[in-house]
C-alpha cells in the first residue's frame, strides 16, 4: 500500500477554493476509482490519465486505485485534475520523488499521448497559490495567463518533461512574470464629436463619479459615438483592478489581452441578448456581460428593445456591484461594479419632438415603448439628457473647436484622485452617512432641492442621486461645498424628471 498527496485548486466564480488529491494504491483486484463529488469529466480521467502514462512509457499499476478529491462535499468539474492525479500515481509507485510534490500546486488535461491542454480559470488559481506560497505547474498554453501572478510559474508541454523536472534530470525554466503595457491610445477621441456640448458635459460629469448616464435622442445625433468615447476619459485602471477584470476572461477560457492591460472594458451587447447573457448563467454558472464589464463600461444601445426580464435583473447589481447567480447546477458570485451608459430613441420611429422629421407614432404606441424600461431601473440612472441635433454649420470640416480626450481625461482624474483620498470610492456609490458628511450645502441648496422633489415628484433614491451628482460637479472644479450652481446643473441633467 502507497499514499501520495498533490495540491490544486477547483473554480467557484472568482474564487479558487484548494483541493487535497489524495492516491492511494492498495492490494486487491486492478480498480480505478476517484471519490469526492466528482462530475463527468473528472470521472472521465481515469481514462485520459491511463492512456498518458501508457503512451508516456510508464506502467500502469495494476492495483485497485483510488483517488479522493478534497473536500469531498464541493463539486470539482472539468479536466484540470488529470496532471495531479497521473503525478499522485507516479509519486505512489516511487516513481517519483513525494518531497518533491510539498509545496507545489498542479493543473492540466491529459491528451492520451501524454501532451498537456491549457484549462480555464487559471489566472484565479495561481492568484490564490502566490497568497498560499506555493510553487505552480502548468500547460504551457496557460503561460501568459500564469505569468501575470506574483507565483513561481512552471510551464510545461508534456507528462514526460514534468518528470524530468521533478526528478532532476531536466529542469523546467521558471516563467518571469509578465508586466503588460498600460493604456492604448484610443480611436475614439472626443474631439471627434461636433456640438454636442451638453452631453459631453453630461459624458465628463459621469466619467468623473462614476454615475450612469442615458442618453435620449433621434437616431444619428451622436449617442453611440458619446458612449463609445467614454472609456477615453475614464482613469486608467490599477493593477489590482486590471487582474480582477482579467480573471473574469480567465473563467470563461478566453484569452487576455496584453496590450492595453489597464484599458477599463467597454462592452455592448445586442439588443436581443438574454437575461442569463447580460447577467451570466448556464453550466458553472458561468459569468455574463455585467462581470466582463467589471471596472469598466456597459453600453446597452436601443434600451427599449431589449427584452424588459433582461433589463430588470441589472437591478441589484446596478446597486451592489455583484451578481449572485443560483441554479439547479450550482451557485456563484461574481464581482459586476461596471458604469452603465444607455441610448434610446424618444419613440418607435425616432423621430418624437425632432425639428427636421416628422413623427409617426401614435400616442398609444410611444406610451407602450417607454412601458419597456421600468421606473425602478430609470431610477438607477443618475443622469438623462437629451441628445439633439447639431447645427449645421458644425458639421462643416474644421469647424469642431471641442476638447480631446486626453484634456477632459486630465480633469477627470484630479475628481477621481480627490473622492479616493476622500472616501476611498467614487461618488457614485456614496450612500448613507458618508453622503450626508460630503454634502455641505447652505439654507439656499437646501431649499432649491426640496422644491425640486416636490415639484418633480422625485424618489428617495433620486433624490440621493442628484446629490452625488452635484457633489461630483462641485469636485471637478474643486470645490468642498455644493453651491446652488452645482445643485442646478445636477437637476439640469435628468430630463425625464421633467417630463413626468
Known amino acids: 500500500m502507497s499514499l501520495a498527496i498533490l495540491n490544486s485548486r477547483a473554480q467557484y466564480g472568482t474564487d479558487a477554493p484548494a483541493v487535497t488529491i489524495e492516491v492511494f494504491l492498495s492490494g486487491g483486484l486492478p480498480a480505478f476509482t476517484i471519490v469526492g463529488m466528482a462530475e463527468t ?29 478534497g473536500p469531498a462535499d464541493m463539486k470539482k468539474s ?4 488529470d496532471l495531479a492525479i497521473a503525478l499522485g500515481i507516479l509519486a505512489a509507485r516511487k516513481q517519483l520523488p513525494k518531497e518533491a510534490l510539498n509545496n507545489v500546486e498542479v493543473y492540466g488535461e491529459l491528451s492520451l499521448n501524454g501532451d498537456l491542454r491549457p484549462v480555464p480559470a487559471i489566472l484565479p488559481a495561481v492568484l490564490n497559490a502566490q497568497r ?27 507528462l514526460i518533461e514534468i518528470v524530468s523536472h521533478l526528478t532532476g534530470r531536466q529542469l523546467i525554466e521558471v516563467v518571469e512574470r509578465t508586466h503588460p503595457a498600460g493604456v492604448d491610445p484610443t480611436s475614439n477621441d472626443l474631439i471627434d464629436v461636433r456640438g454636442q456640448q451638453h452631453a459631453k458635459r453630461a459624458l465628463e460629469i459621469a466619467a468623473a463619479g462614476g454615475h450612469n448616464l442615458l442618453f435620449i435622442g433621434p437616431p444619428g445625433t451622436g449617442k ?11 482613469p486608467a485602471m490599477t493593477n489590482a483592478e486590471a487582474l480582477e477584470t482579467a480573471a473574469i476572461d480567465s473563467i470563461l477560457g478566453m484569452p487576455i489581452a496584453m496590450s492595453g492591460w489597464r484599458q477599463r472594458p467597454f462592452r455592448s451587447p445586442h439588443h436581443t441578448a438574454s437575461a442569463a447573457a447580460l447577467v451570466g448563467g448556464g453550466p458553472g454558472p458561468r459569468p455574463g456581460e455585467i462581470s466582463r464589464a467589471h471596472n469598466g463600461v456597459l453600453f446597452l444601445d436601443e434600451l427599449p428593445e431589449f427584452n424588459r426580464r433582461a433589463l430588470e435583473v441589472l437591478r441589484e447589481p446596478l446597486e451592489t456591484g455583484r451578481i449572485n447567480i443560483s441554479r439547479a447546477g450550482g ?16 419613440c418607435p420611429c425616432g423621430y418624437l419632438g425632432d425639428r427636421f422629421a416628422d413623427c409617426r407614432c401614435s400616442g398609444d404606441r410611444v406610451a407602450a415603448y417607454w412601458r419597456k424600461i421600468s421606473g425602478p431601473l430609470l431610477d438607477r440612472i443618475d443622469l438623462h439628457v437629451e441628445v439633439l441635433r447639431p447645427p449645421t454649420e458644425l458639421l462643416r470640416a474644421g469647424e469642431n473647436n471641442g476638447e480631446t480626450s486626453d484634456s477632459v481625461r486630465a480633469r477627470v482624474e484630479k475628481a477621481w484622485a480627490l473622492q479616493l ?18 454634502c455641505d450645502m447652505d439654507e439656499g441648496c437646501w431649499t432649491l432641492l426640496e422644491n425640486a422633489v416636490q ?23 474643486g470645490d468642498k461645498k455644493i453651491t446652488p450652481s452645482h445643485l442646478a446643473e445636477a437637476l439640469s441633467l435628468r430630463c425625464l424628471d421633467r417630463q413626468r
Open 132 to 158: 498560499a506560497g506555493r510553487k505552480v505547474i502548468v500547460p504551457k498554453g496557460n503561460e501568459v495567463e500564469a505569468s501575470l501572478a506574483c507565483a513561481e510559474v512552471y510551464p510545461a508541454t508534456s
Open 41 to 69: 469529466a473528472v470521472r472521465e480521467s481515469k481514462d485520459r490519465v491511463r492512456g498518458a502514462l501508457l503512451s508516456s512509457g510508464f506502467e500502469f499499476p495494476q492495483q485497485r486505485i483510488t483517488v479522493s478529491l
Open 455 to 477: 415639484r418633480f415628484n422625485l424618489s428617495a433614491r433620486a433624490h440621493q442621486r442628484v446629490l452625488r451628482v452635484a457633489r461630483t460637479i462641485a469636485d471637478l472644479v
Open 224 to 234: 453611440s459615438m458619446l458612449a463609445r468615447r467614454l472609456p477615453g476619459i475614464l
Open 421 to 438: 483620498r476622500r472616501s476611498a470610492i467614487n461618488n457614485a456609490r456614496l450612500c448613507g452617512k458618508a453622503l450626508d458628511a460630503l
Open 331 to 346: 451557485q456563484a458570485e461574481y464581482p459586476a461594479n461596471f458604469q452603465l451608459i444607455a441610448a434610446m430613441n424618444p
Open 78 to 81: 472539468g479536466g484540470r485534475y
